[in-house]
């Protein structure tokens, strides 16, 4: 069972043995927790943003997130939000630590509770309102390679808390489970800047599929197909450059048709962003004025990537197209700051894995959209995804095209229509831009152009996604009634 994972050795020792005054958390570490099954999904990384000294109270200020919410009219994002371990912690002489939420938001029917670091075997106090708190156990855990102390408390309300010695809190309600410490170094880390490209050595081929559309009266749609391989690699303090043989190749169709070849060593350079360094659900600003959305809001997400590793993914929302209030909003009981994203408009959404790197670039607008994606990568003889051969550049042998239907209208009420020339069975997924799976189902394509009833979305932007004889093709609409 999951609440064993962690559980390697414990025992019962008598009182005495453990007389410490143990932190659940600490001033200069980022503690991060796991709700993962396989328990190595990094969910939540608390810290301490920052602290002070009032009179004889200590007051610790802890990091918050930005959480998804919706409300029946759209999606919207609320930040400023709590983690389980609320927004302060006030710690008092007497031993008492208060943890409490400045917005009075419940979170698991509390607003604010006390944990007793040093209360022995036994001891009870009031936890919360009408709510207590008991010492049941006492022993040693295994933590990370090393044996460490550890309490039990459990809470009338149901709630078990297992807090150690050396690492603070590291098991709340089998819920949250520490499987990380950053500052010392130990487990699971938030995945950063060098961690993405690790892995990336002289010899690995890497291949990339760039596309592009816009109409000016008429659509264009080009598909440039690039295999890099890789001949050196410099690290530098903010920045990789990475020295490779480069062939592409060109194909523009929808009007016309125009095939070029071009091959030749090129730098390519990796920079450190606030889109490499960040962590699971926090919000940040965002300006680079050499991107088409040159400045607006990233919220930044981990989830687990196909090919292995995690993945680290950040959508960011223009900061024009969006309402971003900095009062109280109130949403079924809920107090919090909104953040509202755009119904339609600009978007971008870039994603890397802490195994191959850059992975994907989505950049969409009204009427024009670009996305990069890795499509294959070889390192050390194996090989994922797909790898395009040298007779692709040669002119021997044609690309699949990874955007082979046309969606329109966009923007669209009632329906959608679908312009392929495949044919047989398609199945289809519709996601929202948060990457959720909003809809999906199967069709079977003759002659006509498959249609889809979009009615019942909310207004905003989609991405559908096409399965169908091994070939995976995306592209995005725009719902607005």
């Not at 102390?149 to 459990?154: A, E, N, P």
């Not at 990233?298 to 590793?309: D, E, M, T």
């Amino acid at each position: 069972m999951k609440k064993n994972l962690l559980f390697i050795l414990m025992l019962t020792f008598s009182i005495g043995l453990f007389a410490q005054d143990w932190a659940p958390i600490n001033t200069s570490e980022r503690f991060c927790y796991s709700s993962d099954d396989t328990l190595d999904m990094i969910n939540n990384v608390l810290w301490v943003e920052s602290f002070e000294q009032v009179d004889d109270i200590q007051a610790y200020y802890l990091n918050k997130i930005t959480i998804p919410f919706e409300n029946g009219e759209g999606s919207l994002f609320l930040y400023n939000q709590p983690q389980f371990l609320l927004d302060d912690i006030w710690v008092y002489p007497d031993g008492n630590w208060v943890f409490q939420d400045t917005f009075f938001l419940p979170i698991e029917e509390l607003e604010s509770y006390t944990l007793k670091p040093g209360a022995s075997l036994s001891t009870t106090w009031d936890f919360a309102t009408n709510i207590t708190a008991t010492i049941t156990e006492i022993g040693v855990m295994d933590l990370f390679g090393e044996e460490d102390s550890i309490k039990t408390i459990s809470v009338s309300n149901g709630l078990e808390i297992v807090l150690s010695k050396e690492h603070g809190i590291v098991n709340w309600n089998n819920e949250y489970q520490l499987i990380g410490i950053e500052g010392r170094d130990l487990g699971f880390q938030v995945p950063n800047f060098e961690d993405m490209y690790a892995d990336i050595s002289e010899g690995d081929v890497v291949c990339v599929n760039r596309t592009r559309a816009w109409a000016d009266g008429e659509v264009h749609n080009i598909q440039i197909s690039e295999r890099i391989e890789i001949e050196s690699i410099t690290w530098y303090e903010d920045s990789l450059e990475i020295y490779a043989y480069v062939r592409s190749k060109y194909l523009e169709w929808n009007p016309g048709y125009s095939l070029e070849f071009t091959e030749g060593y090129r730098t390519i350079t990796k920079y450190r962003t606030s889109f490499t360094d960040a962590y699971p659900n926090e919000l940040l600003y965002f300006e680079d004025y050499s991107l088409t959305i040159s400045e607006g809001f990233l919220i930044s997400k981990l989830s687990h990537h196909k090919w292995g590793g995690l993945m680290k993914s950040q959508v960011l929302f223009e900061a024009e197209s969006m309402g971003v209030s900095s009062s109280l909003y109130q949403c079924e009981g809920l107090y919090s700051y909104e953040l509202c994203p755009i119904d339609y408009g600009d978007f971008l959404k870039v994603e890397h894995s802490t195994k191959y790197g850059f992975l994907e670039l989505l950049n969409w607008g009204f009427e024009w959209s670009a996305e990069v994606e890795l499509t294959g990568y070889l390192h050390d003889g194996d090989t994922l995804g797909y790898i395009y051969p040298l007779d692709v550049f040669l002119g021997q042998q044609e690309l699949a095209s990874s955007n082979n239907f046309q969606i329109y209208p966009s923007p669209a009420k009632e329906s959608i229509k679908i312009q392929t020339h495949e044919t047989g069975e398609i199945n289809y997924h519709i996601f929202n831009i948060s990457g959720q799976l909003i809809m999906e189902g199967r069709m079977e394509k003759s002659f006509e152009d498959l249609e889809i009833d979009i009615s019942e979305l909310q207004n905003g932007i989609y991405i559908l996604q096409f399965d169908h004889d091994h070939q995976v093709s995306r592209s995005k609409f725009i719902k607005q009634k």
